[in-house]
């Protein structure tokens, strides 16, 4: 007999409240894995700990991974279908609300993610139809839910019929975006009309927010609004930035191709594309701090810096260090770069890129939230790479979309502000300020850019890049500023 997942979590949950919990609200019945959990299982689980208490789903990945190691195939599997998911999830649930004949609030929470997981194999996976049926209703047996299994086998073949072998280059009512500016399309209309309302068609069939798609919406053209929600629900390429103080491109190159991987030369001379690849750390010239890995948006925010050996250099939010040790390679490791931020725990991830990447002009320090215990300046130069709502970013970080909240733009922006405050009173006068960030929401790009002068005076604007998402780079703003 196969274990019930939930048997032992329901157990903990009874006994908290039996002890009395702090909280008002009954502790969720979390999902504990099974021995041999397979890769939809855990996928499943990532899904709910997201839902319940907000944990990404690839550290909920990673911790049953180590707990209880996956192969190869099935941890690629969790990752597919647990990212995918998410980054699909309106659009799956557009779909599946079309096909029921209850309302959705009375469809228990973890079936409906089952239904989700289903729902995402038939229509973006690989997987073949009929498999992604068979082991989705698996799933509900395994779990002890049998009387889910023939509401879930009806509404995922509901879902199947709804597919039919057509494609189109053309948004409509019934075409469900695939990649690559190409659409499946449906037997019957599922979303709104494009044409008399595009910000509510992307909304569904993008699966973005209602708050995003219309401010999206409301200032790029339509062809700039596609080639961006084609991005939000690509699965994104592995970028690596090759560390020029080790090797070649061409020498990194023909060890990854020896290897068996696909690589193609990236948009920055000094990146390489590699595809989708997982366990990177198995990888040539990894364990030998070769390269790292860094989207070519984000690679062109320590470029335009342009740091110089001997330059003293204050990287102001550091974790988890790939703009640091981008700083530290582009100076021939010939710079002082401090590099701070307020999380210890995250900047053990700087100190393992900055070993690993054998760099020695890297200082590392733990700093209040409010900037004070900054070692004190003055500095050359300043990179802010500032906390933001990450809108940029939506297909490398799927949770994103679903954590942002149009209120919280302030409260970013009085952050943000605050941290240049910080950099302007450590910079010597000429001295330069990088500000960057991954959103590319006006409020925290151009619009904070134009605030500045009467923020801050004494700081000027040299130069200002925004670039959209596309299909082949992620959003990203960066200004570079002079204390004058």
Not at 17 to 44: F, I, N, Q, Y
Not at 78 to 87: K, P
Not at 421 to 431: D, I, K, L, N, Y
């Amino acid at each position: 007999m196969k274990k019930n997942p939930w048997s032992k979590a329901s157990q903990k949950a009874s006994a908290r409240k039996r002890r009395g919990a702090a909280s008002s609200e009954p502790a969720p019945d979390l999902l504990v894995l099974p021995a041999g959990s397979s890769g939809r299982m855990t996928a499943w689980a990532a899904l709910q700990q997201f839902d319940e208490t907000g944990k990404f789903v690839a550290d909920s990945i990673s911790d049953a991974d180590r707990d209880q190691p996956l192969s190869a195939q099935e941890r690629g599997l969790a990752v597919d279908i647990a990212s995918g998911t998410l980054r699909r999830r309106r659009t799956l649930d557009a779909i599946l609300e079309s096909l029921l004949t209850r309302p959705r609030s009375k469809v228990e929470a973890d079936l409906w993610r089952l239904l989700q997981i289903g729902a995402y194999q038939i229509l973006f996976s690989r997987t073949p139809e009929h498999a992604a049926i068979d082991t989705t209703v698996e799933l509900a047996r395994v779990a002890g839910r049998e009387r889910w299994c023939g509401f879930a086998n009806g509404i995922l073949r509901s879902v199947q019929r709804l597919l039919t072998e057509n494609t189109t280059e053309q948004p409509g009512p019934a075409s469900v975006p695939l990649a690559d500016g190409q659409y499946r399309v449906l037997a019957q209309p599922v979303f709104a009309d494009p044409l008399t309302d595009l910000a509510d068609y992307v909304g569904d069939a993008f699966s973005l927010p209602r708050v995003i798609a219309r401010r999206w919406a409301s200032r790029f053209t339509a062809a700039e609004l596609l080639r961006m929600c084609f991005h939000a629900v690509a699965i994104p390429d592995t970028v690596l930035r090759v560390n020029r103080l080790k090797v070649s491109v061409q020498r990194v190159q023909a060890a990854l191709q020896d290897h068996g991987v696909e690589v193609a030369p990236g948009i920055n001379d000094w990146s390489l594309n590699i595809g989708h690849v997982s366990r990177l750390q198995s990888l040539p010239g990894y364990a030998d701090g070769w390269w790292s890995v860094q989207d070519e948006a984000a690679m062109s925010a320590a470029e335009a810096l342009k740091p110089q050996p001997g330059e003293r250099i204050l990287d102001l939010c550091a974790a988890p260090g790939g703009k640091t040790t981008h700083l530290a390679e582009i100076s021939g490791d010939q710079a002082t770069i401090v590099a701070c931020d307020v999380s210890g725990q995250r900047l053990n991830r700087v100190h393992e890129n900055v070993a690993r990447l054998n760099l020695n002009s890297v200082q590392i320090h733990v700093i209040g939230d409010d900037g004070r215990d900054v070692p004190p300046g003055p500095y050359d130069a300043v990179l802010v790479d500032v906390p933001c709502s990450n809108t940029g970013v939506f297909s490398r970080r799927p949770e994103a979309r679903w954590r942002f909240r149009e209120d919280d733009l302030d409260e970013l922006v009085q952050l943000q502000t605050r941290l240049l405050v910080t950099a302007f009173e450590q910079t010597r006068p000429g001295g330069r300020i990088l500000y960057s960030t991954c959103s590319i929401e006006p409020e925290e790009t151009t619009l904070l850019i134009k605030n500045l002068p009467r923020l801050i005076p004494g700081l000027t604007l040299i130069t200002q890049h925004l670039t959209l998402p596309t299909t082949t780079t992620d959003g990203a703003f960066h200004a570079l500023l002079q204390k004058t």
